[in-house]
């Protein structure tokens, strides 16, 4: 992005004193407090629906990174080339830091009560398209397509490189994982499962990760990055954020109990609700992912870090696997 000259905030009624390169965006020092300003390719109907959802949570007391509006009163502002930008508040903090667990804990504690107040949020109807979670049914389905039209492309090879060798000789007993996911899915009712959340106007954060929450000195967090906010069943984030904590720290069950505790200690979640979780946490995402940067990538040269993580995978499966035996199971009759 280039630099971005002061007569751009002219747009804005604000007093910038400074501009500061950061990842992806710029970081604006005004009187009014730190700005952040970042490209945006959504339309204006997407950005008020953010801000709705934004406003909310500030509203019941959260940190979260509202969206400033110009002199027109629009969100997204375009520049001389016709590109559009979002100004939007921001804190000054650390990165949440998974590894340390008090910080995990506190996190999914901070999620389950952004979950309570993203609740009851009614869009119009020409704010749905496109903020809707897609059903599990649905996405399973568009994963399962992916996989087998690599699995069918590396098939057709005549020389195989060493990754396409092994994810051949792996795909059987992931894709049957994929499938049986799909099946399960299908069977147990969770598109009825979504229907309600939407219905009850339930809002995801959509990228609930630990990039987008930033610890603040005062030890609280603020939630940030709200672009990805959808409708759905809100479990989806905490599954998220779980997975990859658990893959970082070998599936620990110590761990995974405590959070699944903190969730549910802030927020009451129904059976229905944890069994999408199971089924989320059953489907073997991570070799769908392997497998769909491959298909995206060059094919001509593989890095080696791609074997490296299609070959540990199969361990990593087996401690989930033993985790949702010994563990998760559970979680759907609650």
């Known amino acids: ?138 996405l399973f389905e568009k994963r399962n397509r992916e996989l087998r039209r690599v699995r069918s492309f590396i098939r057709e090879k005549k020389k195989k490189a060493y990754f396409e060798t092994v994810y051949i000789n792996t795909f059987s007993e992931f894709y049957e994982k994929a499938e049986a996911a799909l099946s399960e899915a299908t069977n147990k009712g969770c598109r009825e499962t979504l229907s309600e959340a939407i219905k009850q106007g339930k809002i995801c954060h959509g990228a609930y990760t630990h990039h ?48 699944l505790t903190a969730y549910e200690s802030i927020r009451k979640v129904d059976p229905a609700e944890w069994q999408v979780f199971y089924l989320l946490l059953a489907y073997p995402e991570k070799f769908w992912k392997i497998s769909n940067s491959y298909h995206n990538g060059k094919k001509s040269w593989i890095p080696q870090k791609t074997t490296e993580k299609l070959l540990a995978v199969k361990e990593q499966e087996k401690e989930k696997e033993k985790l949702l035996t010994e563990l998760m199971g559970s979680l759907t009759v609650k």
């Open 1 to 138: 992005m280039e630099e971005k000259s002061l007569e751009f905030f002219e747009n804005y009624e604000l007093a910038v004193t400074g501009t500061a390169r950061t990842r992806g965006a710029f970081r604006i020092d005004t009187e009014q407090g730190p700005k952040l300003l970042m490209p945006y390719s959504g339309s204006e109907a997407r950005a008020v629906f953010e801000q709705e959802v934004l406003l909310r949570l500030k509203e019941q007391g959260f940190a979260a990174d509202g969206y400033v509006a110009n002199k027109e009163g629009a969100y997204v502002t375009k520049d001389e080339c016709g590109d559009g930008f979002l100004l939007k508040d921001w804190y000054f903090g650390e990165e949440c830091n998974i590894r340390k667990p008090e910080q995990a804990v506190a996190a999914v504690k901070h999620l389950a009560g952004l979950h309570n107040a993203m609740t009851g949020i009614k869009l119009s109807a020409e704010e749905l398209p496109g903020a809707v979670q897609k059903s599990l049914p649905e």
């Open 212 to 259: 987008n929450l930033l610890v603040l000195q005062d030890g609280n967090f603020a939630t940030v990055n709200f672009d990805k906010a959808c409708l759905g069943i809100q479990i989806a984030d905490f599954y998220l954020f779980f997975r990859k904590l658990m893959e970082k720290t070998g599936w620990n069950r110590g761990l995974a109990e405590e959070l």
